[in-house]
């Protein structure tokens, strides 16, 4: 069964508003999870590290106040998307693992669409 | 940028090994090997992960050249639900994704 767990698995926003997405880690304790995005026929473009109690690392070219991070217990991880437009519309994707660094576990990934 | 080569495509007969091969040859001392597939419109699934030694498990096995430069996950007897993209990822605190292998499973 799914060790990390994504929701909503849809959604679809108006454009100008913003919209949360939650990843779960449910068998065991995230010290740092991770935060992709997807386009279509594309592979996964890591945006941010995330590790709990502190702020987001973004990658390069990745706008921090328009993708809020926030990791504040050990089990969850949220990405909101302000002011949300059509060209942020794609598959957004969050990995966690635990401070052992054992496997690094998927979540199911959240279809954003905005209108 | 994604630190592994894979060949874009590969195709296999259903009940076959599927053989898809990686290189990493910049992998430095402490990366691991990790292969996740992705499946159509679903998060990466995690396969097998590696750091020197082969490794097997209830999915698939993997082999890493003795100078760790590249590696061959194995899946035994391929079916149809294996078809996906496979991923190879070498990396220790982050995993970037590159391109991967889509591969197909023919009946």
């Known amino acids: 069964g799914a060790v990390v767990s994504q929701h909503p698995s849809r959604v679809i926003c108006k454009s100008g508003t913003s919209v949360k997405i939650e990843c779960r880690s449910l068998d065991f304790q995230a010290t740092t999870m991770f935060w992709y995005r997807q386009f279509p026929k594309k592979s996964l473009m890591l945006m941010a590290t995330s590790n709990e109690g502190s702020k987001a690392t973004y990658e390069q070219g990745v706008e921090k106040d328009k993708f809020l991070i ?9 990405l909101t998307v302000t002011s949300a437009h059509p060209e942020d519309s794609s598959f957004y994707i969050c990995s966690a693992v635990d401070k052992y660094w054992n496997t ?3 979540g199911e990934g959240s279809w954003l669409t905005v209108v | 940028d994604a630190k592994t080569t894979q060949p874009p495509s590969m195709d ?7 053989n898809l091969p990686c290189n990493h040859s910049t992998i430095s001392g402490n990366e691991y090997v990790y292969w996740y597939r992705q499946i159509h419109s679903q998060g990466p699934q995690y396969i097998i ?21 590249s590696s061959t996950l194995i899946l035994p007897h391929a079916t149809l639900r294996d078809t996906a993209v496979y991923y190879c990822i070498v990396g220790y605190s982050t995993l970037t994704f590159g391109k991967g292998t ?3 499973v023919s009946p």
């Open chain 2, 49 to 69: 992960h590696g750091l020197k030694n082969n490794e097997t498990n209830e999915m698939a096995s993997l082999i890493i050249t003795e100078d760790r430069k």
């Open chain 2, 102 to 104: 889509m591969l197909l």
């Open chain 1, 104 to 106: 690094i576990y998927f």
């Open chain 2, 12 to 18: 296999c007969a259903e009940g076959r090994a599927a």
């Open chain 1, 70 to 78: 926030n990791h504040a217990s050990l089990t969850l991880s949220t």
